[in-house]
């Protein structure tokens, strides 16, 4: 089975400016994590998304928002993207979103702000 | 709140010789607990989890990690270290829904 994928891989942008990042989870997860990882403040929860619906939320400004498809895809925005936004961004793919599942992490993408 | 906490920033620690990284933990319930190791430039890979049942638990890559609920504490053991081994390590706690609060991490030099 393939692995969590997260496009792109390395982005830059420059304050202002607004950001979308992509996440397929693997087949047959229907639930998946976002998690913000900088060397301030470590890894911190962003939002978790189930069947198209946002179901738990971390403690972040509303400039990061997300969604997820009917596929399982999910993407999250950043918009009006600050200097302190610059993180490795992590998904997170589970069965259901169960406590006792198993999360499987995708490489991250690297968003550097400018 | 749910929160962990691993002491040692940075562990050096010769090749062959054994380790184990310290994670405590503050949560209110019976915590499911996990070890999660990242290399640089990529995810994390979960090593363990911990949810009920025996205390001592087995992961991949020969660790293991002791669930010891009067010390709060879910410390990462492994008898001989390989230069593989090198890397950051995440100990985590399971919070609301499968919301994951992670520790500081550990960064784990080998050295030969």
């Known amino acids: 089975k393939a692995g969590v994928t997260q496009t792109p891989r390395y982005l830059i942008k420059t304050r202002g400016q607004q950001v979308t990042l992509s996440c397929s989870p693997i087949?047959?997860?229907?639930?998946v994590s976002w998690y913000q990882q900088t060397p301030g403040q470590g890894l911190q929860f962003l939002f978790e998304y189930f069947s198209e619906t946002q179901r738990n939320k971390g403690n972040f400004p509303g400039r990061f928002s997300g969604r997820q498809f009917s596929n399982s895809r999910s993407e999250m925005n950043v918009s009006t993207l600050e200097l302190g936004d610059s993180a490795l961004y992590l998904c997170a793919s589970s069965l259901v979103g169960q406590k006792t599942d198993t999360q499987y992490f995708g490489p991250g993408t690297r968003l550097t702000v400018l | 709140a749910q929160s962990v906490t691993q002491p040692d920033i940075h562990i050096t620690v010769s090749e062959g010789a054994s380790l184990e990284l310290r994670c405590n933990y503050s949560y209110g319930a019976t915590p499911y607990l996990f070890w999660y190791v990242q290399s640089p430039g990529q995810g994390l890979q979960l090593l363990l989890k911990?949810?009920?049942?025996?205390?001592l638990v087995q992961g991949i890559k020969g660790f293991e990690a002791e669930f010891k609920r009067s010390q709060s504490s879910f410390n990462l053991r492994k008898p001989s270290v390989h230069w593989s081994d090198a890397a950051e390590y995440f100990c985590?706690?399971?919070?609301?829904?499968?919301?994951?609060?992670f520790g500081a991490g550990t960064i784990l030099r080998v050295k030969s």
């Open positions: 911990y949810f009920s049942g025996d205390t």
């Open positions: 087949s047959g997860h229907r639930s």
């Open positions: 985590a706690v399971g919070a609301r829904g499968n919301k994951l609060v």
